[in-house]
């Protein structure tokens, strides 16, 4: 078993910030990706932005230059720091992660439990 657990979220107002962590834990032999995606009301959910083992980042174009993706693998943990944030940003932010349960295969794709991110004024 597979399992990711993420914080962060809240009410903030438009141009301030929020950092969102979310750790996996469980039968981990390795993780090939973790990433943040978000789904707001009405809308399908989307990719925010993905980091690989090698450091790798691809992020949506609406974040670039705003979000920042990053990880320390030694801990299973992924990171979204969100600056300059505007009423569309609002969604549930869900993590995801990619990955091995032992050296022989055996994949897994987990997505954690989502956390509500409010910008409003």
């Known amino acids: 078993q597979v399992q990711l657990v993420e914080s962060g979220g809240g009410l903030v107002q438009p141009g301030g910030s929020l950092r969102l962590s979310c750790t996996a834990s469980?039968?981990?032999?390795?993780?090939?990706?973790m990433g943040w995606y978000r789904q707001a009301p009405g809308k399908e959910r989307e990719l925010v932005a993905v980091i690989n083992a090698g450091g790798n980042t691809n992020s949506a174009d609406n974040v670039k230059g705003r979000f920042t993706i990053s990880r320390d693998h030694s801990l299973n943990t992924v990171y979204l720091q969100m600056n300059s944030l505007k009423p569309e940003d609002t969604a549930v932010y869900y993590c995801?992660?990619?990955?091995?349960?032992?050296?022989?295969?055996?994949?897994?794709?987990?997505w954690g439990q989502g956390t509500l991110v409010t910008v409003s004024s």
């Open positions: 995801n992660t990619r990955g091995s349960k032992t050296n022989r295969g055996g994949l897994f794709n987990v």
């Open positions: 469980g039968d981990i032999f390795s993780i090939d990706t």
